[in-house]
């Protein structure tokens, strides 16, 4: 295939694994290929999709898209469609939106990065072309992605006729990360689910919106409660991840209220908001209402100790199958640190307990890691590298007088925040426009991410950022003597492989022969419930537990090309996996 060739998923195409010559002890008999192969005739693959993916193709009119028309005009059955990577004009836009027109079974936009350095008066007239193809197509969507596209409160705009419509009435995800929205942007898109909501409920089949995904949008407090009455109103929200949006407790709080009605949260990323203590207390009570939690990520959110206290009596009280809790850089001392280690020891699925870059002082993480060890759940604890050390004496005199003041504090901060960002854009803008042109630009970079946070939302980036140590830092991470987990870790990194980028590739490949040569070598290690679990997930086989299958990339079945051919890899398995991924 070539390399600006579209890559075809779900037909004849699908990567085949090498089965083995050798005959070897513990191949499956032939009444055990024939039960799996009877298991995969009564599965059908249901996403077919085009991908333009990571061309990076500049394509301003009709004529530069004349073979991408073809191709999804041709496609019978077309249900997704990827464009990131590319950049489109407006003409081109309006040509491929006319292609769509006849697709009445589309279901997915990956649509992420497709405007890089045009024109931000381009934007909303592209994207209503396209959303109007999929209205007069009649499409279904369930998934709607156009993070990393920065296109502001106009870009909003752009959508808000489809997010209205009846192409949105059965919408999961919708993935808006990087848009630099804005307040306003927020309340254009909290407005747009109201309506949704409230006609498809009229229809008598209301929204419920699974994955909402907007981090490093600048919503702010005023943003995130527009949006909190959205979320309240859907009740069906399942992950939430709205990093780095500079709120503060009131909209912390507004946010709270609205998880309350969202029983099957199951990650919660606020990463990188300020909370303070009476966020951190609100968030607290809302999380006694989600028994569905397993993510909570309030790093880098200043909960302080009361807030921490708060959450860990939370915990203790409740939240049965949570995996992983985030309060790192939050200011919490060594005697809340504590407290929430202690709240955390009868948590039988935790796997990380981040409280990094928090002020315990020397003494106090040796205080912590002796707590956890002598409760048996040493290994829980994450990396305190980043510690900042004992606080002041005065700051805990003056922590009452804070939080007293913690709302004109807030408001003081919020007003300089926007004070400063209306004089940076506003010089911006006059920059751009004294040359004639207002571009489309990413936002500056965040935190480099740890293994926790690649696991929990994985990038080509972020397993980049994560240095040359980063199959080691995996392999530790990972507990390779449960095949689930293994099998899951193994998808997340397969995800982000690029066949078009060496370093990326590389460091997928050098990740996963790290972690499963470690898995392999563990006697306690079933690779058969590992194999089982792989086709599970990859929607190949059903399970009695009704697992939630991952959407299959091109990276899962390179992945699985390359550790087939590999030395730790038991031969019988081959045969196994060959009998599903060369049909």
């Known amino acids: 295939m070539k390399a600006d060739e579209p890559k075809i998923q779900g037909r004849d195409d699908l990567t085949k694994i090498p089965q083995s010559d050798e005959k070897t002890e513990g191949v499956p008999m032939a009444t055990d290929i024939a039960q799996l192969t009877d298991s995969l005739a009564k599965t059908r693959v249901e996403e077919v999709e085009l991908s333009y993916k990571g061309l990076g193709k500049k394509l301003d009119d009709a004529q530069s898209v004349e073979e991408m028309v073809k191709e999804i005009q041709d496609f019978e059955d077309l249900q997704a469609l990827r464009l990131e990577g590319n950049t489109y004009g407006v003409e081109a836009a309006k040509a491929i939106a006319k292609a769509l027109e006849t697709k009445s079974n589309f279901k997915r936009c990956y649509w992420s990065d497709m405007f890089t350095g045009r024109l931000r008066s381009e934007i909303p007239p592209a994207l209503n072309s396209l959303g109007d193809a999929l209205m007069l197509a009649g499409a279904k969507l369930t998934v709607l992605d156009l993070s990393d596209n920065a296109f502001g409160p106009d870009g909003v705009k752009g959508i808000e006729r489809l997010l209205k419509s009846t192409a949105c009435y059965t919408l999961q995800e919708l993935r808006l990360n990087n848009c630099g929205m804005g307040i306003g942007g927020g309340k254009i898109l909290a407005a747009s689910l109201i309506q949704c909501h409230k006609n498809s409920s009229a229809e008598g089949t209301p929204l419920g919106l699974k994955v909402f995904i907007a981090g490093r949008n600048r919503l702010e407090n005023d943003g995130a409660t527009a949006l909190a009455q959205a979320f309240q109103l859907m009740g069906s929200l399942e992950e939430v991840h709205m990093p780095q949006n500079g709120i503060n407790h009131p909209g912390v709080t507004a946010l709270a209220k609205a998880m309350q009605h969202n029983a099957g949260l199951r990650i919660l990323n606020l990463n990188d908001n300020t909370f303070t203590e009476k966020g951190a207390i609100a968030m607290a009570q809302a999380l006694k209402h989600l028994r569905s939690i397993q993510v909570i990520n309030f790093g880098d959110c200043l909960v302080r100790p009361a807030g921490a206290i708060a959450i860990a009596d939370t915990v203790s009280e409740g939240l049965p199958i949570l995996k992983e809790l985030n309060l790192s850089f939050g200011e919490i001392t060594v005697e809340a640190a504590l407290t929430v280690a202690k709240a955390v020891k009868d948590r039988n699925q935790l796997e990380k307990l981040d409280l990094n870059g928090n002020s315990l002082g020397e003494d106090g993480c040796k205080a912590l890691k002796d707590a956890m060890e002598d409760m048996n759940i040493g290994e829980l604890l994450g990396s305190l590298s980043d510690d900042e050390g004992e606080p002041e004496e005065d700051d805990d005199d003056d922590d009452d007088d804070d939080d007293d003041d913690d709302d004109d504090d807030d408001e003081e901060e919020e007003d300089e925040d926007v004070d400063e960002e209306e004089i940076e854009e506003e010089e911006e803008e006059e920059e751009e426009e004294s040359n004639g042109n207002k571009l489309s630009t990413p936002a500056a970079a965040s935190r480099p991410p740890d293994v926790s946070s690649f696991l929990s939302f994985p990038s080509p980036d972020k397993l980049l950022k994560l240095g040359a140590m980063r199959a080691m830092l995996i392999e530790q991470q990972v507990d390779v003597s449960d095949a689930t987990k293994t099998a899951e870790a193994f998808l997340k990194i397969a995800s982000v ?46 399970s009695e537990d009704k697992v939630k299958p991952v959407i299959v990339v091109r990276g899962h079945l390179n992945a699985l090309e390359h550790v087939a051919s590999q030395d730790y890899f038991p031969k019988e398995y081959v045969d196994v996996l060959a009998v599903f991924l060369s049909r």
């Open 497 to 542: 492989y690029k066949e078009d980028n060496d370093d990326v590739k590389n460091a997928v490949l050098d990740s996963i022969d790290a972690l499963l040569r470690k898995a392999f070598s563990t006697p306690a290690f079933q690779g058969c419930n590992f194999v089982s679990t792989l086709l599970v997930l990859l929607g190949l086989i059903k």
